[in-house]
């Protein structure tokens, strides 16, 4: 990765319009957090404000992704704001989605050139639930949710469809998991600590077969926070600045009949709209819940051996719900201020079998 | 004394949602035995859609045709371990099938009997449930070729308008820490509050962080204030007569100020001090129930104390305090 670090440092001009990411923080993915959601997002934003050197009163717009579903507490995003700072009264949005989606609405909200700073959360407490008693609410409500459908259930049936297509075999999704537990070692955050080999994995049975319980993400408990701002604020609040190049999100049909599962036709155009193949791609954080998805992203990617895909583990080492996907942002981000990598793309996803993709475009340099 | 015990309920909701002019045919057909797509140029789907999904165009009752019963399995799972959503309470596939006539595949339920009853290419077909309401679980498929036998149709059905999906979601969780001190100190007949680091204020009851300053906080912080405060505000509510309502007399609700607290302790019934008597700035003392009658059962989502350990609020008799001194508590 760290090659095309010093290659990818373009000077390139940038716009006054344009808007990096000036600082990120993420809890760990816990198992179960004891305390409330907002000590939770307070852990987070508290240490994000401090990494970055500001102020609470130097944020002028500030939005949240969450599920109240999860918690079973109607209005808990209204209480959640304690956890971002409430007073004095705070300009402030909410999207019932992934907080990848949070970033969008704060990125399209800056281009409007009257407010220069964003901080974007996202925060699931996942834990007191059955996540896939929630989630097959998002399916069409007349002829999917009531079967009680869920994501898991969902991937299984388009891993099989990919295994039955030739576009994967077990091992290479058995691969896939075994490569994100290795990868998860170095991150201090992730929620699985395992050495399995791929032969052990396979040795393990069936859940929602031809998927394994392994191949489906570990739902916790966990919170990420960024923040954004426009260029010129951008460069008086930090010197790495990561700059948002891209960033776009489409959606496929409810209708599972039109779909191919064992593609991403969304994440194609997404990636399109994005600009992903405008450069290298050292790094690619992919919001990967079922394992099969990382081979069907790939190849809507059009990754190549060049670049590291999860290093941080992904999902699949760690799943906070509704902030899974903003904290894909953060880890490329992080890399990139680091100087570890000089160009990278952050997805995100919400629905069953991909149905929704973000992606979001991230290059270093002045 | 009472034992703390941990959080498990159900929060949930009937939605009622109303069919339009395909989905009810569809549904009106699986509960009186077909199953209905629309065709939409060359494409027959199911199920239907309302409209074209290449253009948008509306697409009307005059395109529903009828596909099946039966069909052929293109992928499929199996359902080790239904949840309490899933349409079987034992092991089944959920498929997309690709019925007899259409060109798209539909999901839903094969109930297999086992894992090695499935396979990709199957033949499977519909089987009506003896009790249907008009809702995508009236059906399901079992393998195999054989039709269902019509289901009796009552003569007077009207067709689905409206279709009801009950959705739920249960929730099992401990006590937070801090709610949990809170409770054990209730029981034991203390009010437990928290300081905050960061102004010195005392917050009663905690939500285990001072918003104010953005600072969690934790068993350190615990300070126990007194059972005897000041009234900050109050409202007489007289309740309406609605459905499910348990309450016929006029009642009392107010906030206190307990003495050692900077925040307030709202929703406190009041039931036997008159309207005419009560007034901001009283002075008010709290009744504890016997130590063997007070209820464990607080939650991590409420703010209030918990009525369930005290008989009721007395007045002390003290003079009142200057309403203009509890300005910043009014609530």
């Not at chain 1, 995100?348 to 149905?355: D, E, I, P, R, V």
């Not at chain 2, 999906?165 to 437990?192: M, N, S, T, W, Y």
């Not at chain 2, 960061?198 to 912080?221: C, I, L, Q, W």
């Not at chain 2, 009283?282 to 129930?289: C, I, S, T």
């Amino acid at each position: 990765m760290s090659g095309s670090a010093q290659s990818q440092s373009t000077q390139a001009q940038r716009h006054e319009n344009d808007i990096a990411i000036v600082g990120f923080a993420q809890t760990d993915a816990h198992v179960r957090y004891d305390g409330p959601e907002v000590v939770l997002i307070m852990e987070c934003v508290n240490a994000l404000l401090a990494g970055a050197g500001i102020e609470r009163h130097d944020i002028d717009f500030t939005i949240a992704g969450s599920c109240d579903y999860l918690s079973g507490m109607p209005f808990a995003f209204v209480s959640n704001v304690d956890g971002m700072g409430a007073w004095p009264p705070v300009y402030e949005s909410h999207v019932e989605m992934d907080g990848a989606w949070a970033l969008f609405e704060a990125w399209l909200r800056l281009q409007m050139g009257d407010i220069d700073v964003a901080m974007v959360v996202g925060s699931g407490k996942s834990s007191p639930c059955n996540a896939r008693e929630v989630f097959h609410l998002q399916a069409d409500p007349y002829v999917v949710a009531p079967l009680g459908l869920d994501p898991d259930a969902m991937a299984g049936i388009a891993a099989r469809s990919l295994i039955e297509s030739r576009k994967a075999t077990e091992t290479e999704i058995a691969e896939v998991v075994a490569r994100s537990y290795q990868a998860a070692a170095s991150n201090p955050h992730a929620q699985i600590r395992s050495t399995a080999s791929v032969e052990e994995l396979l040795a393990a049975p069936y859940d929602m077969a031809p998927l394994r319980a392994h191949d489906v993400s570990p739902k916790a408990d966990g919170a990420a926070a960024l923040l954004i701002a426009r260029r010129d604020r951008a460069r008086e609040l930090t010197d790495s600045p990561v700059w948002i190049t891209g960033l776009d999100h489409r959606i496929e049909s409810h209708h599972a009949g039109l779909r191919d599962l064992t593609d991403s036709q969304s994440t194609r155009t997404t990636a399109a709209g994005s600009g992903v193949a405008d450069g290298a791609v050292d790094v690619a954080e992919l919001h990967v819940t079922h394992a099969h998805e990382e081979i069907i992203l790939r190849n809507a990617l059009n990754l190549n051996g060049s670049t590291a895909v999860n290093p941080s583990g992904g999902p699949l080492a760690g799943d906070p719900v509704m902030a899974t996907g903003l904290v894909r942002v953060v880890e490329v981000a992080r890399r990139i201020a680091a100087g570890e990598a000089g160009r990278g793309v952050a997805h995100a996803s919400s629905g069953a079998a991909l149905q929704q993709n973000l992606l979001c475009v991230l290059e270093g340099g002045a | 004394m009472a034992e703390l015990q941990d959080i498990d309920f159900t929060l949930e909701y009937p939605y009622t949602r109303t069919t339009g002019p395909i989905i009810g045919p569809f549904l009106t057909g699986l509960r009186d035995g077909q199953i209905l797509a629309t065709k939409v140029g060359d494409r027959v789907i199911c199920p239907p859609l309302e409209y074209d999904p290449d253009t948008g165009a509306t697409v009307g009752p005059e395109n529903l045709v009828k596909v099946g019963p039966a069909g052929e399995v293109t992928s499929w799972t199996w359902v080790t371990q239904p949840t309490s959503k899933h349409p079987f309470e034992h092991p089944f596939a959920f498929a997309q099938i690709k019925l007899d006539g259409a060109d798209t595949t539909m999901l839903h339920a094969v109930d297999a009997g086992s894992e090695d009853a499935m396979s990709t290419g199957m033949r499977v077909v519909v089987r009506f449930r003896s009790e249907r309401l008009g809702t995508i679980n009236d059906v399901y498929f079992v393998p195999g070729d054989e039709p269902p036998e019509a289901p009796e149709v009552a003569d007077e059905a009207e067709p689905v308008m409206i279709t009801e999906h009950l959705i739920g979601v249960r929730i099992r969780e401990p006590l937070q820490p801090h709610r949990r001190r809170f409770a054990e100190g209730l029981l034991a007949g203390k009010i437990i509050g928290q300081r905050s680091p960061a102004d010195g204020k005392v917050h009663v009851p905690s939500r285990g962080y001072d918003a104010t300053n953005r600072v969690p906080m934790t068993s350190e912080h615990d300070v126990e204030v007194a059972d005897v405060g000041t009234v900050t505000s109050f409202t007489e509510i007289v309740p309406v007569q609605y459905h499910g309502q348990t309450e016929t007399e006029p009642y009392i609700r107010c906030s206190v100020l307990l003495d050692g607290a900077d925040t307030t302790v709202g929703g406190i019934d009041i039931r036997d001090i008159s309207v005419e008597d009560f007034r901001v700035g009283m002075r008010l003392q709290m009744v504890w129930r016997d130590s063997g009658d007070r209820m464990g059962d607080l939650d991590n989502r409420g703010y209030g104390l918990n009525e369930e350990v005290y008989e009721r609020w007395e007045p002390t008799g003290e003079p009142d305090v200057d309403p203009e001194s509890l300005k910043e508590h009014n609530f």
